[in-house]
């Protein structure tokens, strides 16, 4: 069956370091734009980066560029999110899910609503 799973979390100090993985399996990676979202306690989920399958193109929350890298190995069937600088503000659980409804090459507006496949998530801690 359709499954994303999510790997790398943990705890970090404040400008530290950690690489998420998301493993795919049960579809063909390569025909869908995935993302990661992100949700502290009490806040809603939010989009953090999202990478398009079709022309290769990524995206990424204002509050993390330059911060993050999302990466993908379709041969893998893997998508990656490199986390560097880390802040307090980005603890949280976060999940991949790919892009289900309005088209699913893209990534388009990548609100949380077209997405589905949700994994069960990582936590991140940052905190010193």
């Known amino acids: 069956q359709v499954q994303l799973v999510e790997s790398g979390g943990g705890l970090v100090q404040p400008g530290g370091s950690l690489r998420l993985s998301c493993a795919a399996s049960?579809?063909?990676?390569?025909?869908?734009?995935i993302g990661w979202f992100r949700q502290a306690p009490g806040k809603e989920r939010e989009g953090v980066s999202c990478?398009?399958?079709?022309?290769?193109?990524?995206s990424y929350a204002d509050s993390v560029k330059g911060r993050f890298t999302i990466s993908r190995d379709n041969a893998k069937n893997t998508v990656y999110l490199q986390m560097n600088s880390l802040k307090p503000e980005d603890t949280a659980v976060y999940y991949c899910?790919?892009?289900?409804?309005?088209?699913?090459?893209?990534?388009?507006?990548?609100?949380?609503?077209?997405?589905?496949?949700w994994g069960q998530g990582t936590q991140v801690t940052v905190s010193s």
């Open positions: 049960g579809f063909t990676l390569g025909n869908y734009a």
């Open positions: 899910a790919r892009k289900v409804a309005r088209g699913t090459l893209l990534c388009g507006s990548w609100t949380p609503n077209d997405f589905g496949s």
């Open positions: 990478s398009s399958t079709r022309d290769g193109s990524t």
